[in-house]
C-alpha cells in the first residue's frame, strides 16, 4: 500500500507522518508478576493539521491459534509535536493509568521514555516505560518496556502491525 502525505499535515509531525492511518497485527506480552499472553491489536493515528496527532489503540486476548478470547488494553491520547523530531505523548489506559512520554523522531523511529506516570487508585503501580516505534520495510513494529508492581524496567510488549 502506497502512503502519502496529506496536503494539511503541520511541518512540526513530518518525522512521525509515517504512523498516520490505521493499523493492525499481533503481539506477544509477557512481565514477571503475569502469565505471557498473545493479542491482537489495532491503532489510528489521525490529524487535523495542527501540530498533533489523536491516537487510539485496542487489543484483544488471542488463543495460539490467534482465536480471540476476550478484550484487552484500551489506550487513548495525543502524540504532539512541539518542533520537528521532538515528541510528547499524553497516553490514558482503560487500566486507569495516565502517562507523559518525551521522546524523538527520526528517520522511521520513535523513541519515547515515560516523564511522570499517575494513576486511580484501584490500578495497578505502573513507575515507567519506554516505548520504540519502527517503520520496518512498512511495518509498524514497536516495543514497549515496563516498570511496574515492584518490578524494574523490563520488556513487556512487542507487536507487528501492517497497514490496514
Request: aromatic letters at 10%.
Amino acid at each position: 500500500m502506497v502512503f502519502q502525505l496529506p496536503d494539511n499535515l503541520h511541518p512540526n509531525c513530518g518525522p512521525i507522518a509515517w504512523l498516520l492511518g490505521t493499523w493492525r497485527g499481533n503481539g506477544h506480552g509477557d512481565y514477571p508478576t503475569i502469565e505471557k499472553f498473545q493479542f491482537k491489536q489495532e491503532l489510528i493515528f489521525t490529524h487535523d493539521g495542527r501540530p498533533f496527532f489523536h491516537y487510539m489503540s485496542h487489543s484483544w486476548i488471542t488463543d495460539e491459534n490467534g482465536e480471540v478470547l476476550r478484550p484487552g488494553a484500551i489506550e487513548t491520547g495525543f502524540v504532539r509535536c512541539p518542533e520537528q523530531g521532538k515528541i510528547e505523548f499524553l497516553m490514558t489506559h482503560n487500566t486507569g493509568v495516565s502517562e507523559i512520554w518525551h521522546g524523538e523522531a527520526a528517520d522511521g523511529k520513535v523513541e519515547l521514555t515515560t516523564d511522570a506516570v499517575m494513576r486511580t487508585e484501584s490500578a495497578k503501580e505502573v513507575t515507567a516505560g519506554k516505548r520504540l516505534y519502527g517503520n520496518v520495510n512498512g511495518e509498524l513494529m514497536y516495543a514497549y518496556d515496563m516498570a511496574a508492581e515492584g518490578q524494574g524496567l523490563q520488556p513487556h510488549l512487542w507487536a507487528r502491525l501492517q497497514r490496514a
